[in-house]
């Protein structure tokens, strides 16, 4: 399942109807909003650490 998911990234979905564009720019934008509260977390805590912190 990793590497289906692995190999569709990059790859343009052929879509024929309007239900299934929206179908497939939700899913694009679901992905986009999960990477962002991933990241945005770790790097504020990157940013607010304190110079003496580093070993911890």
Do not use: R
């Not at 990059?10 to 939700?26: L, R």
């Not at 899913?27 to 580093?54: H, Q, R, S, W």
Request: glycine share 8%; with cysteine.
């Amino acid at each position: 399942m990793f590497t289906e998911i692995l190999g569709k990234i990059g790859e343009f979905e052929t879509v024929y109807t309007m239900v299934d564009y929206y179908q497939y720019i939700k899913t694009v934008e679901y992905l986009i909003c999960v990477g962002f509260f991933i990241a945005f977390p770790m790097f504020f805590k990157y940013i607010n650490e304190k110079p003496g912190d580093l070993g911890k």
